[in-house]
C-alpha cells in the first residue's frame, strides 16, 4: 500500500525526455517514473516534453488538446499541444513545431539553444491554455534551466501563476547550455542574470546558471553530489553560484520503476528469475556470451557496462585496467554504448587484441543492455563523477553486483565488500586511475570464486530498496519548501 500525501499539489514536470516516450539516457527515466510515483501519492502530475520527429505515438491514444502562436527570436512560431497518456493516467503533452522539433535528433542539433528555449516559452503557455494552474513548475536539467527565470521574470505579475514555485532539479553540471553575449542579446536573456555589477554575471552564461540564480529550490540526484558540486572539480565554473544559493540546494536520491526493470517479466532478456530462482538467471549469461560470439562457459567470469561513451564514464581508466586483467586472467567484458570516437576507437582496439575475452557493441540498444544487466556476473561504473547513476541500480535488480569508484551516487548507493564478503553490496574503489579500478576488479573476481558467499552477496544485492518510495517524501518536502517562500 502506498502512502498518499499530506497536501495534493498540481505539479508540472518540464523536460526534454520522459520514457517510455523518449530517452537518451537517465533523465528519461527519472522524468518517465518519478511522476508516476508522485500520481500514486495523489498529487496531479504532468509531463511537457517537445514532439521529436523520433517520438512513436504507437498503441498511445493521441488527441489535440492546445494550439497557440508565440513571439520568439523576431518570428511567430506555431506550437501544437498533443496529449497522450502513461501509466496511471499520467498526461504527456507534446510541444509541436515543425521547425525546431520535427527531426529525428533529440540533441546535438547545432540550434539546441533555440529548441529549448522555445520548449520552455511553450511549455509555460500549456497551463494557460489547460486552465490548469500548477502549484510546482519542476524543470530539469540545462534544456528547461529558464523556466525558473521565466516564472520569476516574465510572469512575476501574472495573476494565473501567483501562487506557483519552482523547482530545478540538476541531473548532469557537465552540461550546461552555454551561451554568449550575441545569443543572450537576440533571446533577451540579460533579463534573467544577476545585475551588472554583481560579480557573478560573467559566470552566468549558461541555462544552467539562469535556473540555479532564478528557482525557488535547486534540487540534484543524491546528497553526495549536491556537496559535490558546490567544489571547483564538480561545479563546473557553477561552484560560486552554488554556494550562494547553497541554503535552497537539496539532494534527493534517484529511483527505478522497479515494474519496468523487473527481471520476473521483462521480455527483453533470454529467461525471467525472481529472487526465489536465480539460478535460472545463468541462462542470460550463456544467451550473452553467445550474442557476443565469445566462448559459451558459465564457469568464465563476465563483466558488463552499458552506457554513453564520454570522459563522464571513466573509459579512460577502464581500458588500461582491462587490459592488464586480460593478460593476467580469463574473464570476459561485454559492452554497449555509443559516445565520442577516441572511446569508441580504444575500446575496439582492446576488442581486437582480445577477440575471444571482449566484444564491443557501438549501438544505442536498450534491450541488449538489459540483456547485459541480467546475463554478466560483475556491472562496472568506473565514473569520474556519477550525479546518481541509475544503470548500476538496474543491474543490481537484475543481480549484477556493482563495482563502482566512490563519487555521487554511487557512494550512496553501494556499501564495499570486506574480504570475507558476508557485507556490503559491491566493490568500491576510490582513486580515479586504473590501478584502483583494477585492484577493486581482483577483489571482485576473487570473491566471484567464493560460489557460497557469492549467492548470499547477490541476494542482498536484489533485495536492496532503490525504488522510488523511500525518496517520494523528501520530494514532498522539497516542494512545500518551494511553495513556503512564496510566502516571503
Avoid at 541554503?247 to 521483462?266: E, M, V
Avoid at 575496439?348 to 544487466?373: G, T, V
Wanted: net charge negative; proline share 5%.
Amino acid at each position: 500500500m502506498v502512502a498518499m500525501a499530506r497536501n495534493s499539489l498540481n505539479i508540472l514536470f518540464v523536460t526534454a525526455e520522459a520514457s517510455p516516450l523518449v530517452k537518451a539516457g537517465g533523465l528519461g527515466d527519472v522524468a518517465g517514473s518519478l511522476p508516476l510515483a508522485l500520481r500514486q501519492r495523489g498529487h496531479d502530475v504532468r509531463i511537457a516534453i517537445p514532439r521529436y520527429g523520433s517520438i512513436n505515438l504507437d498503441g498511445h491514444k493521441c488527441r489535440r488538446s492546445s494550439e497557440f502562436v508565440i513571439p520568439f527570436l523576431n518570428n511567430q512560431e506555431s506550437i501544437i499541444v498533443n496529449e497522450v497518456f502513461l501509466q496511471n493516467d499520467t498526461p504527456v503533452y507534446l510541444v509541436e513545431n515543425k521547425r525546431y522539433f520535427d527531426r529525428q535528433a533529440i540533441y546535438g542539433e547545432a540550434d539546441d539553444l533555440e529548441r529549448f528555449l522555445l520548449f520552455s516559452r511553450s511549455a509555460m503557455e500549456i497551463p494557460k491554455q489547460l486552465n490548469w494552474r500548477p502549484d510546482i513548475l519542476h524543470s530539469h536539467d540545462w534544456h528547461t534551466g529558464i523556466i525558473p527565470a521565466l516564472l520569476t521574470v516574465d510572469y512575476r505579475n501574472d495573476a494565473f501563476y501567483s501562487s506557483c514555485a519552482s523547482v530545478y532539479t540538476i541531473h548532469n553540471m557537465g552540461y550546461q547550455g552555454w551561451f554568449d553575449d550575441s545569443f543572450a542579446n537576440r533571446a533577451g536573456l540579460y533579463n534573467y542574470m544577476p545585475p551588472p555589477e554583481d560579480s557573478l554575471r560573467s559566470k552566468s552564461y549558461s541555462m544552467v546558471a539562469l535556473g540555479i540564480y532564478n528557482s525557488d529550490i535547486i534540487s540534484t540526484v543524491s546528497q553526495t553530489y549536491a556537496a559535490e558540486i558546490l567544489t571547483s572539480e564538480y561545479g563546473f565554473g557553477q561552484e560560486t553560484l552554488l554556494q550562494r544559493r547553497q541554503n535552497s540546494l537539496r539532494g534527493i536520491l534517484n529511483g527505478i520503476d522497479y515494474n519496468q526493470f523487473n527481471p520476473a517479466t521483462d521480455s527483453a532478456i533470454a529467461a525471467n528469475y525472481d529472487i526465489g530462482n536465480m539460478d535460472k538467471r545463468i541462462a542470460n549469461k550463456l544467451a550473452l556470451q553467445n550474442k557476443a560470439r565469445l566462448p559459451v562457459d558459465a564457469g568464465i567470469p563476465l563483466l558488463g557496462l552499458a552506457a554513453r561513451l564520454v570522459d563522464q564514464k571513466g573509459i579512460d581508466i577502464l581500458v588500461p585496467a582491462l587490459d592488464s586483467l586480460f593478460a593476467e586472467t580469463n574473464v570476459q567484458f561485454v559492452l554497449q554504448g555509443t559516445g565520442d570516437p577516441k572511446y569508441e576507437d580504444v575500446l575496439k582496439m582492446l576488442a581486437n587484441k582480445y577477440p575471444d575475452k571482449a566484444r564491443m557493441f557501438f549501438i544505442l540498444d536498450f534491450s541488449l543492455a538489459r540483456l547485459i544487466f541480467a546475463g554478466c556476473d560483475i556491472y562496472l561504473t568506473p565514473s569520474r563523477f556519477e550525479p546518481c547513476g541509475l544503470a548500476h541500480l538496474i543491474a543490481m535488480r537484475y543481480g549484477a553486483v556493482p563495482v563502482v569508484r566512490l563519487t555521487g551516487g554511487l557512494a550512496e548507493t553501494v556499501m564495499d565488500c570486506p574480504p570475507d564478503i558476508l557485507s556490503g553490496l559491491g566493490f568500491v574503489f576510490k582513486d580515479y586511475n586504473a590501478d584502483a579500478l583494477l585492484g577493486a576488479l581482483r577483489r571482485a573476481l576473487r570473491a566471484w570464486q567464493q560460489k557460497d558467499r557469492w549467492q548470499q552477496l547477490m541476494q542482498r544485492v536484489v533485495k536492496a530498496d532503490f525504488s522510488w518510495e523511500p525518496s517520494l517524501t523528501q520530494y514532498e518536502s522539497l516542494y512545500e519548501m518551494a511553495t513556503r517562500k512564496l510566502e516571503y
